[in-house]
């Protein structure tokens, strides 16, 4: 069974970077948009960013102009660069594929903490 496997969370300062990634262990066909997803302790998970397959993108308010997400088609892999990072982005941070028929992936989550 393909699963999604992330990649790049971790411990940084606010104001500090980090890269996640998201790749799929196999092959997944038709896969449409790609995003990523956070759930902080007691609140619910958000979309944080998402890309269609032609590259348009999404964000959620809070990160516009600190986040970029992007995505290697040919390697069935979505990154996720975060910068000027605040304490309030400390969540786990799952990535997620949707596709036409093949239904939705997630991936298992990391860990994203930002020290004041």
């Known amino acids: 069974q393909v699963q999604l496997v992330e990649s790049g969370g971790g411990l940084v300062q606010a104001g500090g970077s980090l890269r996640l990634s998201c790749a799929a262990s196999?092959?997944?066909?038709?896969?449409?948009?790609m995003g990523w997803y956070r759930q902080a302790p007691g609140k619910q998970r958000e979309v944080v960013a998402a890309?269609?397959?032609?590259?348009?993108?999404n964000y959620v308010d809070s990160v516009k102009g600190r986040f970029t997400i992007s995505r290697d088609n040919a390697k069935n892999t979505v990154y996720l660069q975060m910068n000027s990072l605040k304490p309030e982005d400390t969540a786990v941070y799952y990535c997620?594929?949707?596709?036409?028929?093949?239904?939705?992936?997630w991936g298992q989550g990391t860990q994203v903490t930002v020290s004041s």
């Open positions: 997620k594929f949707w596709t036409g028929s093949s239904g939705d992936y």
């Open positions: 196999g092959t997944i066909f038709s896969i449409n948009a």
């Open positions: 890309i269609t397959r032609s590259g348009v993108t």
